[in-house]
């Protein structure tokens, strides 16, 4: 039969899933296809009374027990370095990853899950106590003394797989070869708390992606995509973190693929990961045998061409457009650690109005304002910005419209952030530039259907047809153009 690209997570087994329910559910895996079972040493710690680990990896060893000759046809990925130790507050009492803790670690580990070695061994979180050389060559030893077949890191930050990894290319030794961390289709907002989510860095995020690809030697697995169960169950709802536009845009869309494909919206999230590019391996924790079998005909079912390019994760792809049955998929960014689809990433920007005007005085000093019949009171020649085009252009275009002038736009005097109003509900970023003297004799040809009229004031009499935070720009701008500064004015009341 063939393997599938799916990864049992035992995180629960020996806890909340009990022994029986436990070898159930691994026989029904190894029968459906399933190679790969997930544990760690420090499962599950926090349900048990004594605070002690281990209980997953003793199920798991009980039941290759039971069944001889089965060993050989699965393949067993631990961690450790979380596992609580003496007193104290957990995650500071971790056992973390000195070398007597990783040799003890991956000891009580063989001997629990009744085994001589295991096919991978990750780095539960990260210690920076210890040196990465003294991490890295405890590590080693596991390898080449039979113990672990392959290394991983789980929840580390990507700069310090790195550094790991050079550290043991420079001396020869076996170094991480897989990546475990956080990824679904649905992203939480930029920087928002997720309740279910302690590793400030165990999200797999653009970089991760472009690594993994740039170094296809290393494996990348999933964890929690399929969100606990909020893509398909009402009473596992999403946390408050996802509660942004692209969520309910990308769930609408995923609803209808899946009813498109006649599966279910978790099967087509697992068949996106394990068959998108590069391929990731999900992990996924069950604790019945429909659950299972939902998840071996995900990761089983091959998406639609169509649908693969309009799921890609690749930045590089994200700049071309790709539908599948009429539905836009999306697309992602990557914040901090985590990654961010293209629509709830730009959903989820601080929108603001752009406008530029012409800073113009006559030769004797005095500035040229405009009435617009709009205001009651005077400002500069000059308008919003439109989409694509800069500031500088924006102030020509607009001196050429309302003045009938072709000026050369000068540098910038006065730039200033304006707060919201009733009338204008996001804020306004408003720039100022010099533009110049207009000569004696200058025509103006006025937009009528714009402005009431226009004039050359003094700042004496500025102060008559103008609000105060408008007067302040025009003390600054003259400011600015003596002595050669760009000025930023705090925020104004009003615009």
């Known amino acids: 039969m063939e393997h599938v690209n799916l990864a049992l997570g035992a995180m629960r087994f020996g806890s909340q899933v009990d022994k029986r329910a436990a070898f159930d559910l691994l026989d029904r895996f190894v029968d459906g296809g399933g190679t790969l079972i997930d544990t760690a040493n420090c499962y599950a710690f926090w349900s048990d009374p004594d605070g002690a680990g281990g209980h997953s990896e003793k199920v798991i060893g009980e039941w290759l027990a039971k069944r001889p000759g089965l060993r050989d046809r699965v393949r067993l990925s631990t961690k450790a370095g979380a596992q609580p130790v003496g007193g104290g507050e957990w995650p500071a009492n971790r056992e973390g990853l000195s070398a007597a803790a990783i040799k003890t670690a991956a000891e009580d580990s063989l001997r629990r899950l009744r085994t001589d070695h295991v096919e991978l061994f990750w780095t539960h979180m990260e210690d920076r106590s210890v040196s990465p050389e003294e991490t890295g060559h405890a590590l080693a030893l596991l390898v080449e ?229 709009y205001r009651d009171h005077w400002g500069w020649p000059g308008g919003h910005i439109d989409e694509g085009e800069s500031p500088e252009a924006a102030c020509g275009r607009e001196l050429a419209e309302e003045l009938g002038l072709s000026r050369q736009v000068g540098r910038l005097l006065v730039f200033q952030w304006v707060p919201p109003l009733d009338d204008r509900p996001i804020p306004l970023v408003h720039f100022l530039f010099d533009c110049g003297t207009v000569e004696d004799g200058t025509s103006v040809t006025l937009q009528e259907e714009e402005l009431d009229d226009y004039g050359f004031f003094t700042a004496e009499q500025a102060a008559s047809v103008m609000p105060a935070y408008l007067l302040a720009r025009l003390t600054a701008a003259q400011r600015a153009r003596t002595t050669g500064e760009t000025v930023y004015l705090p925020a104004a009341v009003a615009e």
Request: proline letters at 7%; glycine letters at 10%; a positive charge.
């Open 145 to 373: 003394s039979g113990t672990a077949g392959r290394l991983g890191a789980s929840n580390h930050p990507l700069w310090r797989v790195e550094r790991a990894r050079q550290i043991a290319r420079a001396n020869g030794w076996p170094g991480y070869t897989a990546l475990q961390l956080r990824h679904s289709y649905l992203s939480p907002r930029p920087w928002a708390k997720v309740p279910d989510q302690t590793h400030r860095f165990g999200w797999v995020t653009d970089e991760v992606l472009d690594y993994v690809a740039v170094h296809p030697e290393v494996a990348l697995w999933a964890y929690t995509p399929l969100l606990n169960g909020s893509y398909t169950r009402d009473d596992r709802p999403l946390s408050e973190a996802y509660d942004h536009p692209g969520t309910s845009r990308r769930l609408a869309v995923l609803t209808d693929v899946a009813a498109e494909l006649g599966v279910t919206r978790n099967q087509v999230v697992l068949a996106w990961l394990a068959g998108g590019v590069p391929p990731l391996t999900p992990i996924v924790g069950v604790s019945n045998a429909a659950q299972l079998d939902e998840a071996l005909a995900g990761v089983a079912l091959t998406l639609p061409e169509s649908c693969a390019r309009a799921w890609t994760r690749w930045p590089e792809r994200r700049r071309r457009p790709h539908r599948l049955s009429g539905h836009d998929l999306g697309s992602g960014h990557a914040i901090g650690a985590a990654m961010i689809p293209a629509d709830v990433f730009y959903a989820g920007l601080f929108k603001v109005a752009a406008a530029a005007a012409g800073f113009l005085t006559d030769s004797s000093g005095r500035v040229l304002l405009v009435k617009p019949g």
